[in-house]
């Protein structure tokens, strides 16, 4: 399969750079931010979720009316719908797109945060939760006849669901860092969700959730998502005093750190690990860099790719060959970003790879 692009859809023009904090829908921005996405290339574009934000579907169900190809990915917490309930509305959005849907299970990463929507189940209960979840998805999805459930977090009778996925399933993502989170992704999850670290961390996390995938009786292994958010320029001179003007800004955020735990240091392991290994140093491999991840208290991906055009896509193309299938890249002037690598990146990686597969073996 393909090497694809991911990014995040933003629903209004406020981002980390020019400081907006609207939290107005704006359709006219959604459309045309999608439009960019659509036409630069990209294949994916996350819908993300928190407490604050707005409804993932009904942003993705109006993005695919905007688009033909681009494929909605929706942040989907359990605590926050009932499984078959999120069964149906996922395959109603693959109906209403062609076939475009895709879910990405997130089990919670902050307690405060969960307990905002009245969830106060411990780390090692929402990966279970999670786990019986994805079962129960691809159960609604798949059978023509009632069934009954009786789980530890999930018990109905009597159900089926006449709204059938456009290609009889959905692909299910799942994301960390954690022990839990490789135990559950490497033996459920059609996509594994990373957040950008060196290449030999990246290596063994990849190394972790095959061996999970075979310790499940897998024959494959999820695919790799690697997320970055890259600040790039026509040369790297250029770039790095342009992300340096970015970390400048971030460091002046208020709300940086804001998932963090009392006394500031973060409960997910994907956030502790970004913060330690930008304690390491600052530069990593070919372009990697993350000041970003401390300045914003690692709250989501945060670590960068810098450099010119060409750098960055080289930087990619470093992942890929460890084994990366997916790769997400959203800035952190999202929309001019995204113009960016619409119109450089992608090509760039793209070539490349088209050049590789036309060498004779």
């Known amino acids: 399969m393909p ?12 981002n980390e750079v020019n400081g907006g904090g609207d939290p107005a829908l704006d359709v006219a921005f959604l459309r045309r931010y999608a439009r960019v996405l659509e036409d630069g290339g990209f294949d994916y574009t996350l819908v993300p979720y928190n407490s604050t934000f707005h409804d ?21 917490r ?36 969960q307990a905002r929507e009245g969830d106060r189940l411990t780390k090692a209960q929402r990966y279970e939760r999670e786990e019986e979840y994805i079962r129960i998805l691809r159960r609604v999805w798949t059978s023509t006849a009632p069934f009954d459930h ?41 996509i594994f969700g990373l957040w950008g670290e060196p290449l030999a961390d990246t290596r ?11 310790a499940a009786g897998r024959a494959d292994t999820p695919r790799i998502w690697v997320t970055f958010r890259p600040i790039v320029a026509p040369t790297d001179a250029l770039a790095w005093d342009k992300a340096h003007r970015v970390l400048e800004i ?12 009392p006394g500031g240091a973060p409960q997910n392991v994907g956030s502790q690990r970004l913060l330690e290994i930008a304690a390491r140093q600052d530069v990593h491999d070919r372009a990697l860099w ?8 690692a709250a989501g991906a945060s670590t960068a790719l810098v450099g010119s055009y060409e750098t960055v896509a080289a930087a990619i ?9 997916l790769i997400s890249i959203r800035g952190y002037d999202n929309l001019n970003d995204a113009i960016d690598y619409g119109r450089y990146i992608i090509p760039l990686v793209r070539q490349e790879l088209a050049g590789r597969s036309a060498v004779p073996a």
Do not use: C
């Open 150 to 190: 009786a789980g530890a977090y999930y018990s109905f009778e009597d159900f089926v669901s006449v709204v059938r996925p456009v290609h009889g399933t959905i692909p299910v993502s799942v994301g960390g860092s954690s022990d839990e989170a490789y135990r559950v992704g490497g033996a459920l999850g059609d």
């Open 56 to 76: 993932p579907f009904t942003v993705a169900a109006a993005l695919t009316q905007f688009t033909e190809r681009l494929r909605p990915i929706i942040a989907l």
């Open 204 to 214: 063994a996390q990849i190394d972790r959730i095959a061996a999970e995938a075979r």
């Open 317 to 325: 193309l470093d992942y890929i060959d460890l084994g990366a299938e």
């Open 3 to 14: 090497v694809e692009f991911i990014s995040a859809i933003n629903v209004n023009g406020s």
């Open 250 to 261: 971030l460091r002046r955020r208020p709300n940086a750190g804001r998932w963090a735990a």
């Open 78 to 113: 359990p605590n926050t719908m009932y499984p078959t309930v999120a069964a149906k509305a996922l395959a109603t959005l693959d109906q209403l797109s062609g076939g475009r849907a895709v879910v990405h299970l997130i089990a919670g990463g902050s307690d405060a945060e």
């Open 290 to 297: 993350t000041p970003t991840a401390t300045a914003t208290g």
